[in-house]
């Protein structure tokens, strides 16, 4: 059963740090493209970061500099490191692996970015 599962949201100050960790079972994850996107209250879901078997990364404009995705295949955890966070960042933040059109989704985290 394929199955991804994120951890590490939660509420935090402007300017804080949150890193959010995503486990995946039931895929053969080294291979898998790995992704976060994150979806505000009215907004549509959006691409914030990726990154491919080959460990080759892309972020969304919005949050380069920020955040950092990077992968540990040995624990097939995909991870999000996000600094300097701002009140628009708030979403709820998804993982998704992605092989060859075959994508799977995790079921959120919240991430909360408020004094």
Known sequence: QEQLVESGGGLVQPGGSLRLSCAASGIIFSIYTMAWYRQA?????????????????????????????SRDNAKNTVYLQMNSLKPEDTAVYYCTGDNRGRKYWGRGTQVTVSS
């Open 41 to 69: 209250p009215g907004n549509k879901r959006e691409l914030v970061a990726g990154i491919d078997r080959n460990r080759d990364t892309d972020y969304a404009d919005s949050v380069k500099g920020r955040f950092t995705i």
